[in-house]
């Protein structure tokens, strides 16, 4: 154990877009305790904010740039008085801009890349020394899982700590045709199996009790084995599934190619559906689109009958499986009739849940460049189209549940008195009338009501109702 100064600063982090986003932040957090920062929510109490950025979509991105505008004032009043504040941006939009970000806003102190997050408290020291315009965009040949500390406690949005996050994968290698990722995370890299348990077993001891196994690719997953032979994210599941005091696991977000025998993919991952119990029958597989011609033309490298097959699997594997997808609409080159067969493999498959886009151009992309880009106001009309049909299949999900009796995992105290909030098997909040400390246990709860984004469920046993009151 090093000793750690007693914290005299303060460090804001904001996150935006993806897990792996959440995830480094945290680890971010942890890696500036040694420096004196303490965390706080408090942008105005900070003596540093640290951006954690996301370039996915335009929207996402120019985000950064209005939070900016808003920090520089803060760091202006802050400089009135005689202090300072220092500003870092990390995550995908310092990795995409780089040295144009320092251009656009030059208040702005770090600049550091998703892969170089271990390096930022070298860098805050000479910030703090000083030194203005630092900036680390490598893809070092060091791995920052290896050099950033263990984590300190329960990871924000953890529920305090009973729902935990793991990193095993990151990057991407797969160049779909929309997408920056390849470029701001760079290849993918799987880490050894060994750490990932490592990290599982101090996480469960520290009370998680259901940990979701993250990253770009998540199933293409092949960290090196405590053999010195790669596992594949079946293996590090079944493996993990041993732990004791480890409810559940989950893993986002796969692709439908790393399923695929013919792709080489982990087809034991479907079996371990059906073998492993811990495992839960909910799963997010993106898909973008149901056309075979725009799959073509994104670069996905599957058909959407893949797809199905692929889904009609899983669900002969795990049958109370439910699955959640991503849409990309009007993507060049998309017809009407690419669109109807979005719609037909979405009434095909019946999704629990879905996130669905409006194409978005991004620099450096090749889908970015195509002359054939589809009028805005043809992309709203399929997104709204889209969203309805997507609506009303989670909401029907939601209905079917409603008289059941689910596992509920109790997460923590909700917004009524007596009240706690809990995560269904499909990854749904549940509200019910619970003792607090049944918080990390799994309660079966009958489901009285189905809300837009959550449920309302009730203890079985008269008891456990009495003592709540
Ligand atoms: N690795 C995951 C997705 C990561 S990005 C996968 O392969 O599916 C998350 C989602 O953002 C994508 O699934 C896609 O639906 C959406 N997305 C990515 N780039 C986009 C763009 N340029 N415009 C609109 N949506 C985009
Ligand atoms: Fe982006 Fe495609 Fe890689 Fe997913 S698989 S991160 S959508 S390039
Ligand atoms: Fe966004 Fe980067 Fe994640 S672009 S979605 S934060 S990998």
Redesign the pocket.
């Known amino acids: 154990m090093t000793d750690r100064p007693s914290p005299s600063k303060r460090v804001h982090v904001r996150t935006w877009g993806?897990q792996m986003n959440v995830y480094d932040s945290a680890r971010m957090t942890d890696a500036l305790a040694p420096l004196g920062y303490a965390p706080t929510d408090q942008v105005e109490a900070a003596d540093m904010v640290v951006l954690n950025t996301c370039h996915?979509?335009e929207k996402a991105a120019e985000k950064v740039f209005s939070e900016l505008g808003r920090l520089r004032l803060l760091k202006r009043a802050r400089a009135a008085e005689g202090r300072r504040l220092i500003i870092a941006v990390a995550g995908c939009v310092a990795q995409a801009e780089g040295v144009a970000l320092l251009e656009r806003a030059p208040y702005v102190d770090i600049v550091i890349g998703p892969q170089a997050t271990h390096r930022l408290p070298a860098l805050v020291r000479r910030a703090e020394a000083g030194e203005r315009a630092l900036l680390d965009l490598e893809f070092p040949p060091e791995s920052k899982f290896d050099e950033l500390p263990e984590a300190a406690g329960p990871q924000p949005a953890s529920f305090g700590g009973v729902t935990a996050f793991l990193t095993v994968q990151e990057g991407?290698d797969?160049f779909?045709s929309?997408?920056?990722?390849p470029y701001t995370r760079g290849a993918e890299y799987s880490r050894p199996a060994a750490a990932v348990l490592a990290e599982a077993r101090q996480l469960v001891a520290a009370g998680a009790r259901e940990i979701t196994l993250l990253g770009?690719?998540v199933n293409a997953y092949h960290g090196e084995g405590p053999d010195g032979r790669p596992w594949r994210l079946s293996r590090l599941i079944r493996a993990l599934a041993e732990l004791e005091g480890l409810f559940r696991i989950r893993y986002t977000?796969s692709?439908p190619r790393d399923f695929m025998a013919e792709h080489g993919g982990d087809v034991d991952l479907i079996a371990a559906h059906r073998d492993v119990p811990q495992l839960m029958p909910f799963l997010h597989l993106?898909v973008?689109s149901g056309s075979d011609a725009v799959l073509r033309a994104m670069n996905r490298r599957h058909s959407a009958d893949d797809y199905v097959r692929l889904v009609d699997a899983l669900r002969a594997a795990r049958p109370d499986l439910a699955l959640s997808s991503?849409?990309?609409v009007g993507h060049p080159g998309e017809t009407e009739a690419d669109f109807a067969a979005t719609l037909a493999l979405v009434r095909r498959v019946g999704f629990a849940q879905a996130?669905s886009?409006?194409?978005?151009?991004?620099p450096g992309?090749p889908?970015a460049e195509a002359r054939n880009p589809v009028p805005e106001p043809e992309k709203d009309r399929r997104l709204h189209e889209l969203q309805a049909l997507l609506r009303d299949q989670q909401a029907a999900f939601a209905a079917s549940l409603i008289g059941r009796v689910i596992p509920v995992l109790v997460l923590e105290p909700g917004r009524h008195p007596g009240q706690m909030v809990g995560r269904s098997p499909w990854l749904q909040p549940v509200h019910a009338t619970l003792p607090a400390t049944l918080a990390g246990e799994i309660v079966p709860l009958r489901i009285t009501a189905a809300h837009p984004n959550s449920l309302a469920g009730e203890a079985l046993s008269p008891a456990a109702q009495r003592n709540a009151a």
């Open positions: 993806c996915i979509r991407c797969k779909c929309f997408c920056v990722v770009q690719n977000t692709h993106p973008q991503d849409f990309i996130f886009f409006k194409f978005s151009p991004r992309t889908a």
